[in-house]
């Protein structure tokens, strides 16, 4: 509920801050006294549409603050968390215009858009006037206040889960079947590009394995040429070994008449024979290593280029024909099996369609029933406020073919206003006063469900006295037994049965002129709001009953209004 309300530099308003508390608090002044100053004010606070011209004229800016005691699952502190404020059972909403038309809005002193000061004020507050509309005229709002009033809550969540579950099924069915109809359409090129793949089958990395071993027999084919020549300087009857073969031969044959001379020339022959030996056996050696089969370079140079030729028709790399062909194996296979999934898919958004349709019609019956109860109650609520002829009605068009989150449902108030008249919309056929009426009978029927803690009624009252008057009192005070009432009124019977009085008044101050000369004086007029008790608060009642002349009559009877209101 509203706890302090703090207004700086608004209008009339220098600087005022209001305490509150539960119950039913009325507002009471003369007409002009600054009562649409304090609520405009409000408004502000909440989110409402902010203008230079609430800035008291020589001011660069004025501010409102409004500060609210909440539970801490209310949906205004849900709201606040879900824009990264710290909210825990209180909530400070506060609003600065300035002179040039700019606005700045805040929550808990977190800066905040004017859309989100709005959505949560809109969760805190309900302002009702003879004009003020908007809780009627939208039908999803009586349609939510339906729900409320017949304990739908739980009802409605779990019908709206149904119909995100049929959505998502039907998502689902839609998306499979364009998957297959697009997969048929390019069944003739899925068969033959996987025929393609298949014959050729390509694996992971063989572009690159095949490439490394061309070059490798391309680079081994010119080292073979050098290896062969080199091998020539050892064969034939010309080579470098016969040639030493035969020296070493004529030396050992005269080695028997000069040893000690030819022993050393011999074995350096001898050793060298060895190392030529050994290096026409490593030649031999390299040169079968270099050797290949040319067959093997001609397989190898077609396969990439059966590869390369294949990557260039479908616009991708060699590496990804293997995954190119493991997608167009799962194309082919959604064509054979996608029959099945759909029929399947088509199965699941048939039973999920089923069970929304089965949930929204007892949702639609458990309507209807709590419409019937919450008219006949309205309709008692209205013949003590001289509304003895009218009926209220909860129209309910149901639709299965247009079904939403919420049900089948179109609920619409509508009233009857007289005998014999036609009935239609509540905003339509109810004029100011009559829809304030039907308001409040609907506002006290419901209490605290579907209702934002604090209520604000502007002038109800207006146009009614004696017994009506009194009826409007005391359906407020009822009405604040279970949520927060500000009433705005005229009426001395509501204003007896307020908990806490606040009387608003207009008069002229004094104040400085200028800074140059500090003795002189002006006069300007503000806004003042004065709490009321005992004496004082009869007095306002009594001024309220006489006018601008308060008799003893008048005293008398405002001591027995705040008697029978006790």
């Known amino acids: 509920m509203l706890v302090r309300l703090s207004i700086r530099d608004i209008v009339l308003i220098d600087a005022l801050d209001l305490d509150f508390s539960g119950g039913l608090t009325t507002l009471t002044g003369e007409t002009g006294a600054g009562k649409s100053i304090l609520l405009d004010a409000f408004v502000l606070a909440l989110g409402g549409r902010g203008d230079a011209a609430l800035v008291r004229a020589g001011q660069a800016q004025g501010e409102v603050r409004a500060s609210f005691e909440t539970r801490d699952d209310h949906p205004a502190n849900l709201k606040a968390r ?39 004020g809109q969760e805190l507050v309900e302002i009702h006037c003879q004009h003020d509309e908007r809780a009627m005229v939208d039908p999803a709002a009586h349609r939510q206040l339906v729900d409320a009033h017949g304990g739908l809550t739980r009802q409605v969540e779990a019908l709206r889960a149904l119909h995100g579950a049929m959505q998502a099924a039907r998502r689902a069915l839609k998306e499979e079947e364009e998957r297959l109809a697009k997969a048929r359409a390019d069944a003739d090129y899925l068969r033959h590009a996987h025929a393609e793949l298949t014959e050729l089958a390509p694996e992971p990395g063989e572009e690159e394995r095949l490439a490394e071993r061309r070059l490798a027999m391309q680079r081994a084919e010119k080292v073979a040429v050098d290896l062969r020549d080199a091998l020539g300087d050892f064969e034939g009857d010309h080579s470098i070994v016969w040639s030493l073969a035969q020296a070493a031969r004529r030396l050992e044959r005269r080695a028997t008449q000069a040893a000690e001379l030819l022993d050393p020339p011999l074995r350096a022959l001898s050793s060298a024979l060895d190392a030529l030996g050994l290096a026409q056996q490593s030649l031999e050696e390299a040169l079968d290593a270099a050797n290949f089969d040319p067959r093997e370079l001609e397989n190898i140079e077609e396969r990439l280029f059966a590869l390369r030729g294949l990557a260039r028709k479908h616009r991708i790399s060699v590496d990804a024909l293997p995954d190119l062909a493991r997608r167009i194996a799962e194309g082919i296979a959604l064509i054979e099996a996608g029959e099945a999934r759909v029929a399947a898919l088509a199965r699941e958004a048939e039973d999920a369609v089923r069970a929304y349709n089965v949930a929204a019609l007892e949702l639609s019956h458990a309507r209807r029933m709590a419409a019937k109860k919450l008219d006949a109650l309205v309709d008692a609520e209205l013949k003590p406020l001289k509304l003895e002829g009218a009926h209220f009605h909860t129209t309910i068009a149901s639709d299965p073919e247009s079904g939403g989150p919420e049900g089948i449902d179109r609920v619409e108030f509508w009233v009857q206003t007289n005998p014999g008249s036609r009935p239609g919309p509540l905003t339509k056929v109810a004029s100011g006063g009559e829809l304030a009426r039907f308001l409040l009978a609907l506002k006290v029927v419901l209490a605290d469900r579907g209702s934002a803690p604090t209520l604000v009624f502007d002038e109800i009252d207006t146009g009614v006295g004696g017994a009506v008057a009194d009826a409007i009192g005391q359906r407020l005070a009822r009405l604040a037994a279970r949520v ?63 006018g601008a002349t308060i008799t003893d009559e008048a005293r008398a009877a405002a001591a027995r209004l705040l008697k029978g209101a006790g």
């Open 484 to 546: 927060q009432v500000l009433a705005v009124t005229h009426a001395p019977q509501v204003a007896a049965r307020a908990t806490a009085h606040l009387r608003i008044a207009k008069g002229a101050i004094s104040e400085k002129a200028s800074a140059k000369n500090e003795n002189a004086r002006e006069k300007r007029v503000a806004t003042s709001v004065t709490p009321l008790v005992h004496e004082e608060r009869q007095e306002e009642i009594a001024r309220m009953l006489a």
């Open 82 to 120: 879900e824009l990264g404020i710290a909210a825990n059972g209180e909530l400070i909403l506060r609003r600065a215009q300035t002179a040039d038309g700019r606005t700045r809005a805040y929550v808990n002193d977190t800066p905040v858009s004017a859309q989100a000061l709005r959505a949560i």
